[in-house]
């Protein structure tokens, strides 16, 4: 079992940027998928970005391509939300989370295939 813990959230103006940690222990990420989601009040948590167990395949939501950028250091169990050019509608709190017994290059975005879930970060862009 691994256990995930998001940090670097917090406030930030519109077209600014955050780099988004995820720590994870109890096991190697080289095991794991990994993926970024987030919710905003009143809404249903939304996929935002994925990572294959190798690193080399990724996949983003519509909404971020471009602007997001996923990376995973499996030497360090880390992974790493890169986000520039950020909006007010990208508020939200950002979950780290981990899906197992995938290919090598194996992505998933929905959040029934991810079994572990970190406490979550909050981000705030301001207008």
């Known amino acids: 079992q691994v256990q995930l813990v998001e940090s670097g959230g917090g406030l930030v103006q519109a077209g600014g940027s955050l780099r988004l940690s995820c720590a994870a222990s109890?096991?190697?990420?080289?095991?794991?998928?990994m993926g970024w989601f987030r919710q905003a009040p009143g809404k249903e948590r939304e996929f935002v970005a994925a990572?294959?167990?190798?690193?080399?395949?990724?996949y983003y939501a519509d909404s971020v391509k471009g602007r997001f950028t996923i990376s995973k250091d499996n030497a360090q169990n880390m992974v790493y939300l890169q986000m520039n050019s950020l909006k007010p509608e990208d508020t939200a709190v950002y979950y780290c989370?981990?899906?197992?017994?995938?290919?090598?290059?194996?992505?998933?975005?929905?959040?029934?295939?991810?079994?572990?879930w970190g406490q979550g970060t909050q981000v705030t862009v301001s207008s």
């Open positions: 989370a981990a899906a197992r017994n995938l290919g090598w290059t194996i992505v998933v975005v929905t959040t029934r295939e991810y079994e572990y």
């Open positions: 990572i294959s167990r190798s690193g080399g395949v990724t």
């Open positions: 109890g096991r190697t990420l080289f095991l794991y998928t």
